[in-house]
């Protein structure tokens, strides 16, 4: 019998290289599978979902984004991008989802293809480009699995890395301008892309100098803040401020839970890549290569939006998807620069293990981020089973449903909890809140309340209705197969019907 060949660094560093491409491809693999499975779940993926399709609806037939609530809708706190690049959508397609995430995993190829492009031009290799892309398609679950849901990380995301990189290449005043375009639309998408229009152009003006960026911040300072708070209100509704600008700028709170929130997700998912990032930034601090940087400059706002989600305690893990990536493309060239600096193969087997060690940190169990394949039947049982009860019907975990019987009140329980969490919120917006609930407690008729969990143990705003319903019945596993995706919160399905029994 022969002995055993001991895999010596010499080999490894051999074999290594074509182990980690099989690796990246197996996770875009992955991806691509999870992505045609999501497509056509019934229900929403994540909680917000359906109320994205309702906010759709609304530009479809001409209604302002940001009206005072009601019990037909309450505004979510993002800015309108994302709704205004989706409409032709469900203009032409209808409110339905799979359009909508159809929508979004395009989105996501071309941030891959921007990282591809990005990672390639700096290492001068295709290998490192690819293995780059795989790093991100292994990421889904750390980046809390919000990719390809209906609704605008993805489409922020992909308008960061696009504008970055049109930016860091543009030749002239007229392409700084279109790149930040782009960062501008992201901001609209989400107010966190502010911070990457504000670093886009901190570094053109010290890269260029003020004679060739005035341009751009003109464009960024009107389609930017004089837009939105001048006429940010004629143009989406009189509460557009209020929604987009009042709410969540009262959610942070500073606190060593929340550093340590940001500090755990990074040692979880990507302390390597955090490393080699940040080691490669301190290492330009002060050197002339900095200044031609950018990518490594928007690190800097992509963390500066990572602590900024981990202040608002209610946020879920999606906050830290720019943070993520920019760890991603910014610590791939930077291992690849620090493995040409080497001088022997040991040192280039150590290079893999890191790469390969990246990897093995996002390594993770892909059924619980796949759905049912009794998803479709089940959709159409809850569907029957909801047409069949008399009366309204409330399931603020849903709020809307794309097609069908349409609840009432249409009233998303995060929308609610948006209204009245926080550490500088006022009895007023409590009462504003609480006042969206007054057709749930005092209904017309005969009315109904479906619950992922039971009244008592739900979100606060949300506990007072069990003096006014009682539990009909506990449908146990029956819509099991209608779970979400797990994110920070636990998953759930509807489970919980209880009836109006009357009250003060």
């Given at each position: 019998?022969?002995?055993?060949?001991?895999?010596?660094?010499?080999?490894?560093?051999?074999?290594?290289?074509?182990?980690?491409?099989?690796?990246?491809?197996?996770?875009?693999?992955?991806?691509?599978?999870?992505?045609?499975?999501?497509?056509?779940?019934?229900?929403?993926?994540?909680?917000?979902?359906?109320?994205?399709?309702?906010?759709?609806?609304?530009?479809?037939?001409?209604?302002?984004?940001?009206?005072?609530?009601?019990?037909?809708?309450?505004?979510?706190?993002?800015?309108?991008?994302?709704?205004?690049?989706?409409?032709?959508?469900?203009?032409?397609?209808?409110?339905?989802?799979?359009?909508?995430?159809?929508?979004?995993?395009?989105?996501?190829?071309?941030?891959?293809?921007?990282?591809?492009?990005?990672?390639?031009?700096?290492?001068?290799?295709?290998?490192?480009?690819?293995?780059?892309?795989?790093?991100?398609?292994?990421?889904?679950?750390?980046?809390?699995?919000?990719?390809?849901?209906?609704?605008?990380?993805?489409?922020?995301?992909?308008?960061?890395?696009?504008?970055?990189?049109?930016?860091?290449?543009?030749?002239?005043?007229?392409?700084?301008?279109?790149?930040?375009?782009?960062?501008?639309?992201?901001?609209?998408?989400?107010?966190?892309?502010?911070?990457?229009?504000?670093?886009?152009?901190?570094?053109?003006?010290?890269?260029?100098?003020?004679?060739?960026?005035?341009?751009?911040?003109?464009?960024?300072?009107?389609?930017?803040?004089?837009?939105?708070?001048?006429?940010?209100?004629?143009?989406?509704?009189?509460?557009?401020?209020?929604?987009?600008?009042?709410?969540?700028?009262?959610?942070?709170?500073?606190?060593?839970?929340?550093?340590?929130?940001?500090?755990?997700?990074?040692?979880?998912?990507?302390?390597?890549?955090?490393?080699?990032?940040?080691?490669?930034?301190?290492?330009?601090?002060?050197?002339?290569?900095?200044?031609?940087?950018?990518?490594?400059?928007?690190?800097?706002?992509?963390?500066?939006?990572?602590?900024?989600?981990?202040?608002?305690?209610?946020?879920?893990?999606?906050?830290?998807?720019?943070?993520?990536?920019?760890?991603?493309?910014?610590?791939?060239?930077?291992?690849?620069?620090?493995?040409?600096?080497?001088?022997?193969?040991?040192?280039?087997?150590?290079?893999?293990?890191?790469?390969?060690?990246s990897f093995l940190l996002l390594l993770y169990d892909p059924r619980p981020v796949a759905v049912s394949r009794e998803a479709g039947a089940a959709g159409r049982d809850f569907a029957s089973?909801?047409?069949?009860?008399?009366?309204?019907v409330c399931a603020p975990s849903l709020g809307y449903l794309p097609g069908g019987r349409q609840l009432y009140p249409a009233i998303n329980w995060v929308a609610l909890d948006d209204m009245?969490?926080?550490?500088?919120?006022?009895?007023?917006?409590?009462?504003?809140?609480?006042?969206?609930?007054?057709?749930?407690?005092?209904?017309?008729?005969?009315?109904?309340?479906?619950?992922?969990?039971?009244?008592?143990?739900?979100?606060?705003?949300?506990?007072g209705l069990a003096a006014t319903y009682v539990l009909d019945q506990d449908l146990g596993d029956r819509f099991k197969a209608l779970i979400r995706l797990p994110h920070r919160s636990v998953?759930?399905?509807?489970?919980?019907?209880?009836?109006?029994?009357?009250?003060?």
């Amino acid at each position: 019998m022969r002995p055993m060949t001991r895999l010596s660094p010499t080999r490894l560093a051999a074999i290594g290289p074509a182990l980690i491409v099989a690796w990246a491809g197996s996770q875009l693999l992955l991806l691509a599978c999870l992505f045609a499975n999501h497509l056509q779940f019934p229900l929403d993926l994540e909680i917000l979902e359906g109320g994205m399709v309702q906010h759709i609806m609304r530009l479809v037939t001409h209604q302002p984004l940001y009206p005072a609530g009601s019990a037909e809708f309450v505004p979510f706190v993002y800015n309108p991008g994302y709704y205004l690049v989706a409409w032709p959508i469900v203009r032409l397609f209808g409110p339905a989802l799979p359009p909508l995430r159809l929508f979004s995993m395009v989105v996501v190829v071309g941030c891959m293809v921007v990282l591809y492009l990005r990672v390639r031009a700096s290492t001068g290799s295709r290998w490192w480009g690819f293995v780059t892309v795989g790093l991100f398609a292994a990421a889904y679950p750390a980046l809390d699995a919000h990719l390809d849901s209906a609704r605008g990380d993805g489409l922020m995301l992909f308008l960061c890395l696009f504008a970055t990189w049109l930016l860091a290449r543009a030749r002239s005043w007229r392409g700084d301008v279109v790149a930040m375009l782009l960062l501008v639309l992201a901001f609209w998408v989400k107010q966190h892309g502010a911070l990457f229009a504000a670093g886009g152009l901190f570094w053109l003006t010290w890269r260029h100098g003020l004679r060739r960026a005035w341009p751009s911040w003109l464009v960024v300072m009107a389609l930017g803040p004089a837009l939105y708070f001048l006429g940010g209100r004629a143009l989406f509704g009189d509460q557009f401020l209020y929604f987009t600008w009042q709410l969540p700028s009262g959610w942070s709170e500073f606190s060593v839970d929340a550093m340590l929130r940001l500090t755990l997700y990074t040692a979880r998912s990507f302390p390597l890549l955090f490393l080699a990032s940040f080691g490669w930034l301190v290492s330009r601090i002060g050197q002339a290569e900095l200044k031609d940087d950018l990518w490594t400059v928007q690190l800097l706002a992509a963390g500066l939006s990572a602590v900024m989600g981990a202040l608002d305690r209610g946020s879920s893990d999606n906050v830290f998807i720019p943070f993520g990536t920019w760890l991603i493309v910014v610590a791939m060239p930077a291992i690849h620069a620090a493995s040409r600096s080497e001088e022997n193969r040991r040192q280039g087997a150590l290079t893999q293990l890191v790469l390969a060690g990246s990897f093995l940190l996002l390594l993770y169990d892909p059924r619980p981020v796949a759905v049912s394949r009794e998803a479709g039947a089940a959709g159409r049982d809850f569907a029957s089973f909801i047409d069949h009860l008399p009366g309204t019907v409330c399931a603020p975990s849903l709020g809307y449903l794309p097609g069908g019987r349409q609840l009432y009140p249409a009233i998303n329980w995060v929308a609610l909890d948006d209204m009245i969490r926080g550490p500088r919120r006022t009895a007023a917006d409590s009462a504003r809140a609480l006042a969206l609930l007054e057709p749930i407690l005092h209904p017309a008729g005969e009315a109904w309340l479906l619950t992922d969990a039971p009244v008592e143990e739900s979100q606060p705003v949300l506990r007072g209705l069990a003096a006014t319903y009682v539990l009909d019945q506990d449908l146990g596993d029956r819509f099991k197969a209608l779970i979400r995706l797990p994110h920070r919160s636990v998953a759930r399905w509807p489970r919980y019907l209880y009836r109006y029994r009357g009250g003060p």
